[in-house]
Nanobody, 114 residues
């Protein structure tokens, strides 16, 4: 079955960096786009970034230039490198893959202190 597991969250000061990882299994990783979403307290889940099977990337405007999504098909893992973090980046970050439906991980908490 499809599984995605996020890791790497934590507490960081504003201006700091973190790298999130998402390990996937249960499907042919190299053939499918992978996405990152986040959900801040009291807000709806929102799109953050996507990397297609060909390595093309898309970002929501608020993270452009600060977050970078990459993938390692040999490891079936997608990464979200985050730098110049802001308190408004505080959220639970989710990895997602679209198969017959969206499959989500359990999320990893990122907290940015001011």
């Amino acid at each position: 079955q499809v599984q995605v597991v996020e890791s790497g969250g934590g507490l960081v000061q504003a201006g700091g960096s973190l790298t999130l990882s998402c390990a996937a299994s249960g499907f042919i990783f190299s053939t499918i786009a992978m996405s990152w979403y986040r959900q801040a307290p009291g807000k709806q889940r929102e799109f953050v970034a996507e990397i297609t099977r060909g390595g093309y990337v898309h970002y929501t405007d608020s993270v452009k230039g600060r977050l970078s999504v990459t993938r390692d098909d040999a490891k079936s893992t997608v990464y979200l490198q985050m730098s110049s973090l802001k308190p408004e980046d505080t959220a639970v970050y989710y990895c997602a893959v679209l198969g017959d439906r969206y499959y989500w991980g359990q999320g990893t908490q990122v907290t940015v202190s001011s």
